[in-house]
């Protein structure tokens, strides 16, 4: 089965310019997540959604973030303006509903952003 | 909160030998499940292996085992016979399920295997 998908891959901007990724995630998952992941650290979550509604979003900065998932399927992470400390990793992960709640995420090849 | 630890930022191990990576975690929650994924070069995350806390045998997966000491908070990924495609940061992450599901990750271990 096709993986989580991400595009682009790089992006270089300059600080307060806008930015939009783009996920898709394994056919069929309900679960999306957005990871950031600031180089030397574990990623952090951004935001959650199941199908098309935001689950958990406590950590994403609303002034300037932003994310959406159309249709419930594939999902568009939004930075506007980006700041020099936005320069991470960008993973989207999905997960199929699991009865019991554990639901394995299976991780996108993620989008590296570097802010100038 | 829940926090994850992994004190080794860097290992090293000769290929075919063993090597052991800790991890350690602070919950109040009873029911929970910890993990390791492996990030290659590549960047993408992978899943190695899992724990359910409930349980008190540890997980094994072919090479890869685990050391659940659960009283301790303690979560070890032991790698047996390494092989030179065991190279990658490898992060321990936690999770206590339900709605969220949210995975929070040790800041990982970078393993270099020598040939």
């Known amino acids: 089965e096709a993986g989580v998908a991400q595009s682009p891959r790089y992006k270089i901007i300059e600080k307060r310019q806008s930015v939009a990724f783009w996920c898709n995630p394994i056919?069929?998952?309900?679960?999306l997540y957005w990871y950031q992941q600031i180089l030397g650290q574990g990623p952090k979550l951004l935001i959650q959604?199941?199908?098309?509604?935001?689950?958990?979003d406590s950590q994403l900065p609303k002034d300037r973030f932003s994310a959406e998932r159309l249709k419930g399927v594939d999902s568009t992470l939004k930075i506007q303006p980006a700041k020099l400390e936005d320069s991470a990793v960008y993973l989207c992960?999905?997960?199929?509903?699991?009865?019991?709640?554990?639901?394995?995420?299976?991780f996108g090849p993620g989008t590296r952003l570097t802010v100038l | 909160a829940q926090t994850v630890t992994q004190s080794q930022p860097e290992m090293s191990v000769q290929e075919a030998e063993t090597v052991t990576l800790s991890c350690t975690y602070d919950t109040s929650e009873s029911d929970y499940y910890l993990f390791w994924y492996k990030q290659p070069p590549s960047r993408q995350m992978i899943l190695v292996i899992r724990q359910e806390a409930y349980k008190q045998q540890n997980a094994t997966e072919n090479r890869f085992s685990v050391n659940f000491q659960k009283a301790a908070k303690s979560f070890s990924l032991k790698i047996s016979d390494s092989q030179l495609g065991d190279a990658a940061m490898y992060f321990c992450?936690?999770?206590?399920?339900?709605?969220?599901?949210?995975?929070?990750f040790g800041t990982g271990t970078l393993l270099a295997v020598q040939p």
């Open positions: 992450a936690y999770t206590y399920g339900g709605a969220t599901n949210k995975l929070i």
């Open positions: 056919s069929g998952h309900a679960t």
């Open positions: 992960a999905s997960s199929p509903l699991d009865r019991d709640g554990i639901n394995e995420q299976f």
């Open positions: 959604f199941q199908n098309n509604g935001v689950v958990d």
